[in-house]
């Protein structure tokens, strides 16, 4: 049962996409196992450049089912916007399927995450990309969200949202908004069953007859470990958990059908949003790998925060995620440095950590670094491991070091073909 899953190391952000375009042309079936449309995954292939905020990447490949799982939240005006964008390219998006217990993110959902996001104190604000991600999350566990098979039964969705809708219209009016209209959500979830039902299926039996057939299933994630709800740098985290492990629930297989976890890193540290990064450049070094990087948010166009290699961030990621493989992205970013570093630890009260501490010990943190010499010269010409300077190689052979992971994948640009594989 050849079925690996693809997720973040980092803050996200790390180029999961690019990866996952790539594994899945050989893939059968690629499954998005968490997450919403506030993160987006850059892919540059033959079609153009896009940027996926929930569909999977493998939509790219025309044999491969793309499965929108159980563990996501889906804004289906959102979706729509995205299949026209990918369907105009020319691409086939027939074997889009949508889970039917995937929650749905409904107009409130955004408008309560703006409103909340602004009368957060400034110390406590979280950098949400206000899409309704996080309201649609806490109204799955507080069992008042709705899925998207209820737009397939819309007398059971009226039911639903009368249960609701009055409970929102109170929070949004407390919080200075205007409430909403039941009418029009309901002429929303008809427009939605015209336009994408035939695609939401149970994809329970889809997913496990995949499993038992041996096909080669793909499972992307979104964002990365330091956004993780559990793990990560808590409240400045997402919704949902990124995290390996969940990654068997979201889409719906035994945790003992994966066979590989493969990590994705920057060779450098971005980060979009509130919360401690302590590996954070505010100076003329972090503006070059911000405009060397192009690094801007794919969903909000922000700036992404930058930084320096955190490589105690890719041991906590390594263990918590049992990687079994690491691929390294977007290292002719560092082409033209004359120097590099390394965060190989955290200082704390006379101490050096090794790992990831909760958030308040985690905001006072000072990182440790040993400084590499950089290669100055282009790597966007590498096809194998030799074709690499020296510099470069030594560079990897540290970050794969402190992850006791081996390197499968190293990325030297956007293109498809901009990558060394070392092993498949």
């Not at 039911?159 to 205007?178: F, M, Q, S």
């Not at 079994?324 to 390394?342: P, Q």
């Not at 282009?378 to 540290?398: G, N």
Request: negative net charge; proline residues 5%.
């Amino acid at each position: 049962m050849p079925v690996t899953a693809v997720v973040g190391a980092q803050w996200g952000d790390e180029g999961k996409g690019r990866i996952v375009d790539y594994l899945a042309q050989r893939a059968d079936m690629v499954i998005r196992f968490q997450g919403g449309d506030n993160a987006g995954h850059t892919v540059v292939n033959e079609h153009g450049k896009f940027a996926l905020h929930i569909m999977p990447s493998g939509i790219f490949n025309p044999m491969a089912r793309c499965v929108v799982g159980a563990g996501t939240v889906i804004n289906p005006d959102n979706l729509v916007v995205e299949l026209e964008e990918v369907e105009s390219a020319g691409v086939d998006t027939d074997r889009l399927i949508l889970s039917d217990r995937a929650h749905l993110v409904l107009p409130y959902h955004p408008l309560i995450d703006s409103l909340q996001e602004a009368a957060r104190s400034e110390g406590d604000v979280i950098g949400t990309t206000k899409r309704g991600i996080g309201p649609t999350y806490a109204d799955k566990a507080a069992r008042w969200g709705l899925r998207l098979g209820d737009v397939k039964r819309l007398d059971y969705f009226q039911r639903r949202l009368r249960n609701v809708l009055p409970r929102k219209n109170r929070e949004i009016e407390e919080l200075g908004g205007t409430p909403l209209r039941e009418d029009e959500l309901m002429a929303k979830a008809e427009a939605w069953n015209a336009r994408i039902g035939h695609r939401i299926k149970d994809t329970f039996p889809i997913v496990r007859d995949a499993v038992k057939a041996d096909e080669r299933i793909l499972l992307e994630g979104q964002l990365g470990i330091m956004r993780d709800l559990d793990w990560g740098t808590y409240p400045y985290v997402t919704s949902s958990n990124p995290i390996a492990g969940h990654s068997a629930v979201g889409a719906g297989l035994p945790p003992t059908a994966m066979t590989e976890v493969i990590g994705v890193v920057k060779a450098y540290c971005t980060a979009v949003g509130a919360g401690p990064f302590p590996v954070e450049l505010h100076d003329a070094l972090g503006q070059k790998l911000r405009d060397e990087g192009h690094e801007y948010g794919a969903t909000t166009g922000r700036p992404r925060r930058c930084g320096w290699f955190d490589g105690v961030a890719i041991k906590f990621a390594a263990w918590l995620n049992g990687f079994t493989g690491l691929a390294i992205t977007k290292l002719d970013v560092l082409d033209t440095f004359e120097e590099i570093k390394i965060c190989t630890g955290y200082r704390f009260e006379g101490e050096v950590l090794d790992y990831v501490p909760d958030t308040p010990v985690y905001e006072q943190v000072e990182p440790v670094y040993e400084t590499w010499p950089g290669w100055q010269t282009s790597t966007r010409h590498a096809r194998v491991w030799d074709d690499l300077p020296k510099p470069a190689r030594a560079f990897l052979h540290r970050i794969s070091e402190l992850a006791g992971v081996r390197i499968q994948f190293v990325s030297v640009g956007a293109e498809r073909d901009e990558l060394i594989v070392m092993r498949l």
